[in-house]
């Protein structure tokens, strides 16, 4: 059994990923706002997460636990 620290984590928020989540690296809440994000900005996906990485706004957000 893995422990804490072995588990993968989401690369926006930090929060420990289930085995369906790892593709990604994304939780299931911060893929389905970059995908939003992605769909109304009209970008691609990838560029959508790295763009929230590093943005204050989501950084915040994910402080407050989403």
Not at 1 to 8: F, I, K, N
Not at 29 to 35: H, I, T
């Given at each position: ?8 984590l ?12 790892q ?17 109304r ?22 402080r407050?636990?989403?």
């Open positions: 059994m893995p422990t804490d620290s072995s588990l993968p989401c690369r926006l928020c930090r929060a420990p990923l289930g085995a369906n989540e593709d990604r690296h994304l939780c299931a809440v911060c893929d389905e706002y970059a995908q939003h994000v992605a769909i900005s009209d970008r691609q996906f990838d560029r959508i997460v790295g763009e929230l990485q590093t943005g204050s706004l989501f950084l915040t957000a994910s407050n636990a989403h």
